[in-house]
């Protein structure tokens, strides 16, 4: 047990330091590795794990890191310079809602939940990793839920990162145009220096917005069973105050929250058992494959006939797939740093929304699969 807490505690901070000081291959960011690193431990059975330790561990960290996250999106900064980069992004949100809505309505009677597998995988390709998270804490899906899913997030989409940092920028650029450049530059979201006493005042203030909205979670349902209505009121109160000049008092509240999320993601990998999976997985994984390469293409094709520009139709859905991080990374494998900052913000805006599209859309499925 104490070497769980330990390893969630700890490791993150490793993970973070690699990442940055760039020690990890192009493919592996602080996530997947915090995930491989808990799987690791749970598959070789170096120690025994206490999966329900584990559980409070994680839903405790993401409630803390999510507000953390969300403080950090600038809605105004993002509709003032994003531009072409946020149509592209609505047209990756378009592609998510409509291919990975029919699978998971096509796959309702093969696999069992399915309506909550669309709805994180939704939350995957609009806001990334913490969305996915926050979503299946929202309905309720099994742990083995979240771990499956991000598993093909990290085989799949992890091809597709390395081919975008290669050689797919090549390639898309015989069928979409050149990008355009501008005459000014757009202002960039830097990854702040923050010192430990903002830092304490930024874990208060999510604390505070997280206590507020278990209170409201309460008064609205008269109990905390529906975790649906916890997520959104937290999601919602977290945009309120990062539209607030408490946002701009704090600071930079990204990093801090990225470790939290880390330390869900090591708890979560803990859980992860794939010998006992192994039997009944490959569906969940067949789903996961199949929503996300229909979503790639659809986008692809929309950018293409909307006349996109290649390093924005690009950008746009490493924004909603990979998050913020691998925005810097492939824009500096782009060489285009003018669109740096509006792939950043629209990233941040995709974490504020996606909650909401992959929440509603799991309801929207099991609706019309109960009427069917």
């Given at each position: 047990?104490i070497?769980?807490?330990?390893?969630c505690?700890?490791?993150?901070?490793?993970?973070?330091?690699?990442?940055r000081k760039g020690?990890?291959p192009?493919?592996?960011?602080?996530?997947i590795?915090?995930?491989?690193?808990?799987?690791?431990?749970?598959?070789l059975r170096?120690?025994?794990v206490d999966?329900?330790l584990?559980e409070?561990?994680a839903g405790a960290?993401?409630?803390i890191?999510?507000p953390?996250?969300?403080?950090?999106?600038?809605i105004?900064?993002?509709l003032?310079y994003?531009?072409?980069?946020?149509?592209?992004?609505?047209?990756c949100?378009?592609?998510g809602?409509?291919?990975?809505g029919?699978v998971g309505?096509?796959?309702s009677?093969q696999i069992?939940?399915?309506?909550?597998?669309?709805g994180m995988l939704?939350?995957?390709?609009?806001?990334?990793?913490?969305?996915?998270q926050a979503i299946?804490?929202a309905?309720?899906?099994p742990s083995e839920?979240?771990v499956l899913?991000q598993?093909?997030?990290?085989?799949?989409?992890g091809?597709?990162?390395?081919g975008l940092?290669?050689?797919?920028?090549?390639?898309f650029?015989?069928?979409?145009?050149?990008?355009?450049t501008?005459?000014?530059e757009?202002p960039?979201?830097?990854?702040d220096?923050?010192g430990?006493?903002?830092?304490?005042?930024?874990?208060?203030?999510a604390l505070?917005?997280?206590?507020?909205?278990v209170?409201?979670t309460?008064l609205?349902t008269?109990?905390?069973k529906?975790?649906t209505v916890?997520?959104l009121v937290l999601?919602?109160?977290?945009l309120v105050v990062?539209?607030s000049p408490?946002s701009?008092?704090i600071g930079?509240s990204?990093?801090?929250?990225?470790y939290f999320?880390?330390v869900?993601?090591?708890?979560?990998?803990l859980?992860?058992?794939?010998?006992?999976l192994?039997a009944?997985?490959?569906?969940?994984?067949?789903?996961?494959?199949?929503a996300l390469?229909?979503t790639?293409?659809?986008h692809?094709?929309l950018?293409k006939l909307?006349?996109?520009d290649?390093?924005?139709m690009?950008?746009?859905y490493?924004a909603?797939f990979?998050?913020?991080v691998f925005?810097?990374?492939?824009?500096?494998?782009?060489r285009?740093?003018?669109?740096?900052a509006a792939g950043?913000?629209?990233?941040l805006?995709g974490?504020?929304i996606?909650?909401y599209?992959g929440i509603?859309?799991?309801?929207?499925?099991?609706y019309?699969?109960a009427?069917s």
């Amino acid at each position: 047990m104490i070497a769980s807490i330990v390893l969630c505690i700890a490791f993150p901070f490793f993970a973070r330091f690699a990442d940055r000081k760039g020690l990890f291959p192009a493919w592996l960011s602080s996530i997947i590795a915090c995930y491989l690193v808990g799987i690791l431990v749970s598959n070789l059975r170096l120690w025994e794990v206490d999966n329900e330790l584990m559980e409070s561990v994680a839903g405790a960290s993401m409630l803390i890191g999510l507000p953390l996250l969300l403080f950090a999106v600038r809605i105004r900064e993002s509709l003032k310079y994003a531009g072409q980069m946020l149509f592209g992004f609505v047209l990756c949100c378009l592609a998510g809602l409509l291919c990975t809505g029919v699978v998971g309505y096509l796959m309702s009677g093969q696999i069992e939940d399915s309506w909550k597998i669309a709805g994180m995988l939704v939350g995957l390709y609009t806001g990334g990793t913490p969305n996915v998270q926050a979503i299946g804490l929202a309905l309720d899906a099994p742990s083995e839920y979240l771990v499956l899913v991000q598993a093909a997030d990290v085989l799949l989409g992890g091809s597709y990162l390395l081919g975008l940092v290669t050689f797919l920028p090549a390639v898309f650029a015989r069928f979409y145009r050149a990008s355009e450049t501008t005459s000014h530059e757009t202002p960039t979201e830097e990854e702040d220096q923050i010192g430990l006493p903002r830092q304490l005042v930024q874990l208060g203030t999510a604390l505070g917005v997280t206590a507020a909205s278990v209170g409201v979670t309460y008064l609205l349902t008269g109990g905390m069973k529906d975790l649906t209505v916890l997520i959104l009121v937290l999601t919602t109160l977290s945009l309120v105050v990062a539209t607030s000049p408490l946002s701009d008092r704090i600071g930079n509240s990204y990093p801090l929250g990225e470790y939290f999320i880390l330390v869900f993601c090591v708890a979560l990998g803990l859980m992860a058992d794939f010998r006992a999976l192994a039997a009944d997985g490959m569906d969940l994984l067949y789903f996961s494959a199949l929503a996300l390469v229909s979503t790639t293409l659809l986008h692809l094709l929309l950018c293409k006939l909307f006349d996109v520009d290649r390093d924005t139709m690009i950008l746009s859905y490493v924004a909603g797939f990979y998050g913020p991080v691998f925005v810097v990374q492939v824009a500096a494998a782009l060489r285009n740093k003018r669109l740096l900052a509006a792939g950043i913000a629209v990233s941040l805006f995709g974490f504020g929304i996606g909650n909401y599209l992959g929440i509603g859309l799991a309801y929207l499925i099991d609706y019309l699969t109960a009427l069917s």
